[in-house]
């Protein structure tokens, strides 16, 4: 099975700052990888996907992350973060696209 | 913005008691799943079914069953609450030929 480590259980920043979410996960085979965004008392949104193709995946909300295969991450970015921007963030990985292995999630605080 | 539901969103039962949450879909997904989350805790897959009478668990241990009887509907069945059963429970769905999942809103269960 696979494994997914978010490193960065809580992330702070400042409103217009750039914030990068990390992820890493445990397997070399060919994956697809995905992040969600969480909202207090709300499901899981898909903010970005990518399952092949250019590394570089644009997604919702002005965010993007990077498909490093080498490295076996997946990191997310906004150059310039929102208010609004503050919540939960999962990242997640499918080897056949049936089952999906979450990470513990990253909790984004944009401050004022 | 998916068409998936949860009912209820909050329950608050005591120990023994058999609960069933609801989980619907109007979109026509063949595959559907359950989640388990809990604070700073990754999502676990404790059900999950790829159409009409198919029904797996998942990697998480759980006592509670599912069915999936229509193709929009996909409950889960606790017979006997207990207080470990606390937490949120997702549910989600995906097209056949798709990796994305849309997520419902919650179950948030409390066993008292």
């Known amino acids: 099975a696979q494994s997914v480590t978010q490193l960065d259980s809580q992330v702070p920043v400042f409103e217009e700052a750039p914030v990068e979410l990390r992820c890493n996960y445990s397997?070399?085979?060919?994956?697809?990888l995905f992040w969600y965004v969480q909202y207090p008392n709300q499901g899981l949104q898909l903010l970005l996907k990518?399952?092949?193709?250019?590394?570089l995946v644009k997604g919702i909300n002005g965010f993007e992350a990077e498909f490093n295969k080498s490295q076996t991450s997946f990191h997310l970015r906004k150059p310039s973060v929102h208010i609004s921007d503050t919540a939960e963030y999962f990242c997640?990985?499918?080897?056949?696209?049936?089952?999906?292995?979450f990470g513990t999630g990253t909790s984004l605080t944009v401050i004022p | 913005e998916a068409d998936i539901y949860q009912t209820p969103r909050y329950l608050v039962i005591g120990t023994g008691k058999k609960i069933t949450l609801e989980c619907s879909q109007t979109?026509?997904?063949?595959?559907m799943y359950w989640y388990q989350q809990d604070p700073g805790m990754e999502l676990h897959l404790i059900h999950y079914?790829?159409?009409?009478?198919?029904?797996e668990k998942g990697d998480l241990s759980s006592e509670s069953t599912v069915s999936r009887i229509r193709t929009e509907h996909f409950p889960l069945t606790l017979e006997s609450a207990r207080p470990s059963h606390t937490s949120q429970y997702l549910c989600?769905?995906?097209?056949?030929?798709?990796?994305?999942?849309?997520f419902g809103p919650g179950t948030r269960l409390t066993v008292t």
């Open positions: 979109m026509g997904h063949d595959k």
């Open positions: 079914s790829y159409g009409v009478n198919s029904t």
């Open positions: 997640a990985v499918s080897e056949a696209g049936n089952q999906f292995y």
């Open positions: 989600a769905s995906s097209p056949r030929w798709d990796y994305e999942q849309y």
């Open positions: 397997s070399s085979v060919s994956v697809y």
């Open positions: 990518y399952l092949s193709g250019s590394t």
